[in-house]
């Protein structure tokens, strides 16, 4: 059973920067797609980051200020956020996406104050 498990949220004046973790655990044979989605209150899910077939792509909203990156011998995947501002506060998740289906994590709340 695929588990991912989301850290490093939390509350940060703007400007500031997390670190958000995503910590995985069981076997995915084939994936297609690793990233991180967002959604903040009244507002639908989008793409922040994500990495496919080697290129890594960013919402114009964070480009420049989100890094993606992995460490595959621990199965955890980053997002480092600088610069943070106040409409980035949202719940952000991270996502494996493989042929089959979407893995999901639970969530992590970042909050961001002016």
């Known amino acids: 059973q695929v588990q991912l498990v989301e850290s490093g949220g939390g509350l940060v004046q703007a400007g500031g920067s997390l670190r958000l973790s995503c910590a995985a655990s069981?076997?995915?044979?084939?994936?297609?797609?690793m990233g991180w989605y967002r959604q903040a209150p009244g507002k639908q899910r989008e793409l922040v980051a994500a990495v496919s077939s080697g290129s890594t792509n960013y919402a114009d909203s964070v480009k420049g200020r989100f890094t993606l990156s992995r460490d595959n011998a621990k199965n955890t995947m980053f997002l480092q956020m600088n610069s943070l501002k106040p409409e980035d506060t949202a719940i952000y998740y991270c996502?494996?996406?493989?042929?089959?289906?979407?893995?999901w994590g639970q969530g992590t709340q970042v909050t961001v104050s002016s």
């Open positions: 996502n494996i996406g493989s042929p089959y289906r979407d893995y």
């Open positions: 069981g076997s995915i044979f084939i994936i297609n797609r």
